[in-house]
Each structure stands twice: as structure tokens, then as C-alpha cells.
């Protein structure tokens, strides 16, 4: 049981170029979700998904794109990166609504 | 919609005393869970203690204990006999009893510990 996982772990992009970041468990969560991290500031919601097929935006969208094509894997598209984009990147998950989030180890992006 | 505050940035307390972290929320809901999460220098993200509304008596974990004020919308970690391994971020987080409902987080308290 590998728990949530994301790769990769650090990426450097050049402005303007696009990437993929991949999460995916294999807990069986309905839900996933992803974040920003930035200093002072918390963890944002960028998306999240309740489901296979199901998707929905969250507090700071802009640039990011989600799918979500089966429960396990949940990738956050980075469509044309942009310097306000470096932060760290985590992937989330959970089952029932009780429980706490399942977080992968975060992905350090920093845009050039 | 709900917001989660820490109003304290910054934290210190000696090796082996007691600290307490203060977290307040805002909600209209009656019925949601509160979670505090510890974020150590290697990043990771990990559950501290869960604590259900509905429930009056606090949750505790070993160490780590919360004071749950329903009323006053406030739900304070406690840490006692503080280790050096307890230095960290502490994030409180909030989530709606409504399935589908996300997490909310408030901004961190960063948790120093003093030999």
C-alpha cells in the first residue's frame, strides 16, 4: 500500500512551457485534490474531484488543468507556466467523509 | 464560506514544557470535523489528531491533546513534554460533515523547540 504518490519531486520549467504533475493512490478515495503551498500562505486549493469523470475548481484555478479518468489517478496540467507558478505542489486524497486527507510527498516546481 | 485562522505565525517552547497552539474557525454548519496536521522540514504533510463536532470530549493522541470550544469556534492544540522532533508547521484544517465538501486550511504555525 503505497499510499499517495507524486512524481516528480522537483521540476524546473522555462516560462511558457507546459508539464504534467501525476498523482495517484491506491486507497480506494473518492476524493483527490490538489494544492499550493507557498510561504506564509498555507495550503491553496487549486482542484479537486469527488469522483471518477468529476472535477471542479477551487480557490486559485488560473493556469491549471485537471481530469480525473479513473478513481486511482488524479494529473494537474500545467497549461503555459508562468513565474507565479513556483511553489510546492501536493496531492490529496480521501474516503469517507470522517476521515483526514491522505497527502503525497509534494512536488517543489520552480518556473524559470 | 468557512475560513480557519491561526493567529499565532511563530512559536517557541522549551524541551519537555508544554505549548498551546490556537486555531479559531468560522462556520455556519453544526456538524463538521477539525484536524491540526504537522509539516516537518522533509514536507510531508501528517495527521496530528482528528476531532468530530459532534463529539464534546476532546480528542487526544499521546502528547498531543485539543481543547474543543464548540461555542467560541475554537479548537487549540496542545503538546506536552515537547521534543525536539515536534518542531514544525502546524496547520489547523476544518471540513463540512457535506461529502464533497473540501478541506479548508488556516496559514501555519511554525513550532520551534529549544533544547
Known amino acids: 500500500n503505497a499510499g499517495v504518490t507524486q512524481t516528480p519531486k522537483f521540476q524546473v520549467l522555462k516560462t511558457g512551457q507546459s508539464m504534467t504533475l501525476q498523482c495517484a493512490q491506491d486507497?480506494?478515495?473518492?476524493?483527490m485534490s490538489w494544492y499550493r503551498q507557498d510561504p506564509g500562505m498555507g495550503l491553496r486549493l487549486i482542484h479537486y474531484?469527488?469522483?471518477?469523470?468529476?472535477?471542479d475548481q477551487g480557490e486559485v484555478p488560473n493556469g491549471y488543468n485537471v481530469s480525473r479518468s479513473t478513481t486511482e489517478d488524479f494529473p494537474l496540467r500545467l497549461l503555459s507556466a508562468a513565474p507565479s507558478q513556483t511553489s510546492v505542489y501536493f496531492c490529496?486524497?480521501?474516503?469517507?467523509?470522517?476521515?483526514?486527507?491522505?497527502f503525497g510527498p509534494g512536488t517543489r516546481l520552480t518556473v524559470l | 464560506a468557512q475560513t480557519v485562522t491561526q493567529s499565532q505565525p511563530e512559536m517557541s517552547v522549551q524541551e519537555a514544557e508544554t505549548v498551546t497552539l490556537s486555531c479559531t474557525y468560522d462556520?455556519?454548519?453544526?456538524?463538521?470535523?477539525l484536524f491540526w496536521y504537522k509539516q516537518p522540514p522533509s514536507r510531508q504533510m501528517i495527521l496530528v489528531i482528528r476531532?468530530?463536532?459532534?463529539?464534546?470530549q476532546n480528542a487526544t493522541e499521546n502528547r498531543f491533546s485539543v481543547n474543543f470550544q464548540k461555542a467560541a469556534k475554537s479548537f487549540s492544540l496542545k503538546i506536552s513534554d515537547s521534543q525536539l522532533g515536534d518542531a514544525a508547521m502546524y496547520f489547523c484544517?476544518?471540513?463540512?460533515?457535506?461529502?464533497?465538501?473540501?478541506?479548508?486550511f488556516g496559514p501555519g504555525t511554525r513550532l520551534s523547540v529549544l533544547p
Open positions: 462556520t455556519s454548519e453544526s456538524d463538521y470535523y
Open positions: 474531484s469527488v469522483g471518477a469523470g468529476i472535477t
Open positions: 484544517a476544518y471540513r463540512s460533515h457535506n461529502y464533497g465538501q473540501n478541506f479548508v
Open positions: 490529496a486524497s480521501s474516503g469517507e467523509v470522517s476521515t483526514e486527507q491522505f
Open positions: 476531532q468530530e463536532a459532534y463529539k464534546q
Open positions: 486507497m480506494n478515495h473518492e476524493y
